[in-house]
Structure formats: structure tokens, C-alpha cells
């Protein structure tokens, strides 16, 4: 089975950088996801990774080791808009499994 | 075009209605999904479809009953349903393998049943 661990919240300052912290046990493992999700809305992918190591888009970043089963995803400059909820979903034999997602919350 | 469509938006019925949710994408991709989600929880797996065959039901009750007319379409019918099945219920849409694995999900069509 699919094991997914997010933090429930976190609050952040506008200008500040986050980091979101996603672990897992997986019974396999075929690249981790992050997408973003406004209340209401859809979620929109934000970054995927496979190999470990950094993955930089802008002011989203994200890092993954296998070994350790861990990823997190780091977000700079934050704006207001960057309030949302942050998913963390692991790909294995042809599904994405979601974690319960971050609720952030980006304060002036 | 990143764009998957779902209609309708909204839709309220009885239990002992019949309704269909329908998604649509032009991006070439080749599988297709079906989630479920609740008020403040995560996206739940209903459905896959892979080359327009049923790849993966994660046990879903027979009231969901998922069709996939041709590579562009995806329907949900929907048959006496519970007020418990009242949530959102996204489409997503992806290629089949590397960074085609990214999921594009619809707006979602929010259901609920009275």
C-alpha cells in the first residue's frame, strides 16, 4: 500500500520562503509529484520528480531522495496567491496516490 | 492546449436519478481518470482508463459506472445515488510514461445528491 505523510498546515510570511516537507512508503515508486490546489478549484502540477535531486522552476523548487523517501517542496518570494493547499502525490503501477495536502497560508 | 473540460459545473439530483458527468481533452494523451474529492481532503481514485480500456477500479460501487467512447472522451454515469456522494468529482487526463505522467485534471463537476 501507499503510505503518503504531509504536514496539515503551515503559515508563512509574503517575501518569505517555505519549504513543505512530503515522506512516503511506497510498495513501489515510479516519480513524485506536486500540484498546487486553490479552495474550489482544480489542482494544477506544479513539479515532478524521478531522480533524486533538485528540480529548480522559477520561484518552485522541488527535491527528492528515494532512499530516504522523502521530497520537499520549497517555494520563494511568496506572494499572497501562494495561499492554497500543496499536494503531494506518488506514482506507482499506473496510479498517483495523494497525501492529505498542506494547507498554506501567506500572510502580509 | 493543457485543457481538460468537464461538464456540467454543477449538478443536483435525487437518488433516483440518472445523470452523466462527462470530461473531454484534446491533448493526444492516452489515459484518463476519474477522482473523487471531499471538503478539505485529498483526491481519491475511482477509475483509469488506459487506451480506452478500464485498467484500474479501485472498488467503487456499482452505482459509478465509467465509460470511455473513444481516446478524447470520458463519461461518468451516475445511478441511485447516496447523499454520501456528494463531493467533486475531477477528470484528469495524462500521456503514459516519464514526464507524460503529469496529470492535467477539469475544473470538476461538484455533484450533489439530495
Known amino acids: 500500500g501507499q503510505n503518503i505523510d504531509q504536514p496539515t498546515e503551515m503559515t508563512a510570511t509574503e517575501g518569505a520562503i517555505v519549504q513543505i516537507n512530503c515522506t512516503y512508503q511506497?510498495?513501489?515508486?515510479?516519480?513524485l509529484f506536486w500540484y498546487q490546489q486553490h479552495a474550489g478549484e482544480a489542482p494544477t502540477f506544479l513539479s515532478y520528480?524521478?531522480?533524486?535531486g533538485l528540480e529548480e522552476k522559477g520561484r518552485f523548487s522541488s527535491f527528492l531522495s528515494r532512499s530516504k523517501g522523502y521530497s520537499y517542496l520549497l517555494l520563494k518570494e511568496l506572494q499572497m496567491k501562494d495561499s492554497a493547499s500543496y499536494l503531494c502525490?506518488?506514482?506507482?503501477?499506473?496510479?498517483?496516490?495523494f497525501g492529505d495536502g498542506t494547507t498554506l497560508t501567506v500572510k502580509p | 492546449d493543457t485543457e481538460v473540460t468537464q461538464t456540467p459545473k454543477h449538478l443536483v439530483m435525487g437518488m433516483t436519478n440518472k445523470k452523466s458527468l462527462k470530461c473531454e481533452q484534446h491533448?493526444?494523451?492516452?489515459?484518463m481518470y476519474w477522482y473523487k474529492q471531499k471538503a478539505k481532503k485529498p483526491p481519491e481514485l475511482m477509475f483509469v482508463?488506459?487506451?480506452?480500456?478500464?485498467?484500474i477500479n479501485e472498488s467503487v460501487p456499482s452505482r459509478f459506472s465509467p465509460e470511455c467512447p473513444n481516446s478524447s472522451l470520458l463519461n461518468l454515469h451516475l445511478h441511485a445515488l447516496q447523499p454520501e456522494d456528494s463531493a467533486l468529482y475531477l477528470c484528469?487526463?495524462?500521456?503514459?510514461?516519464?514526464?507524460?505522467?503529469?496529470?492535467?485534471f477539469g475544473a470538476g463537476t461538484r455533484l450533489s445528491v439530495l
Open positions: 484528469a487526463s495524462s500521456q503514459e510514461s516519464g514526464q507524460g505522467l503529469i496529470q492535467y
Open positions: 511506497t510498495s513501489g515508486f515510479n516519480g
Open positions: 520528480n524521478v531522480l533524486d
Open positions: 502525490a506518488v506514482r506507482d503501477a499506473g496510479k498517483s496516490t
Open positions: 491533448m493526444g494523451h492516452r489515459a
Open positions: 482508463y488506459s487506451y480506452e480500456k478500464l485498467s
